[in-house]
């Protein structure tokens, strides 16, 4: 399984930027990908998840109604659109899949999630 996570950069308060998560290396279709974020010193923080067909959804609650997380299941990327970014939202950004296709609610709790992508850096600066 691999997880190529893409789009992070530089952005000033305020702003926007979407994020990518490419999965490849596998056939099954039951799988949930989800972010998650790490800055130095702190715990990591899941920020979303997404199952294949979009009917399981679940956002962290520091990003609800800035952050919204989409699939596009036939390419099989999973997509973080961030706005109103704010600087506490700097950090790297890591995409993970789990081999569950959660159907209502998808957890945040990254012990759930076998695989991981290399992380995208968002910095948030004016």
């Known amino acids: 399984v691999q997880l190529q996570a893409s789009g992070g950069g530089l952005v000033q308060p305020g702003g926007s930027l979407r994020l990518s998560c490419a999965a490849s290396?596998?056939?099954?279709?039951?799988?949930?990908i989800a972010w998650f974020r790490q800055t130095p010193g702190k715990e990591r923080e899941g920020i979303s998840c997404?199952?294949?067909?979009?009917?399981?959804?679940s956002y962290g609650y520091s990003v609800r109604g800035r952050f919204t997380t989409s699939v596009d299941s036939s390419r099989r990327t999973v997509y973080l659109q961030m706005n109103n970014l704010k600087p506490e939202d700097t950090a790297a950004y890591y995409c993970?899949?789990?081999?569950?296709?959660?159907?209502?609610?998808?957890?945040?709790?990254?012990?759930?999630?076998?695989?991981w992508g290399q992380g995208t850096q968002v910095t948030v600066s004016s």
């Open positions: 993970a899949r789990a081999d569950n296709w959660f159907t209502s609610v998808c957890p945040l709790d990254s012990d759930r999630y076998g695989s």
């Open positions: 290396g596998f056939t099954s279709n039951h799988y949930t």
């Open positions: 997404i199952n294949p067909s979009g009917s399981a959804t």
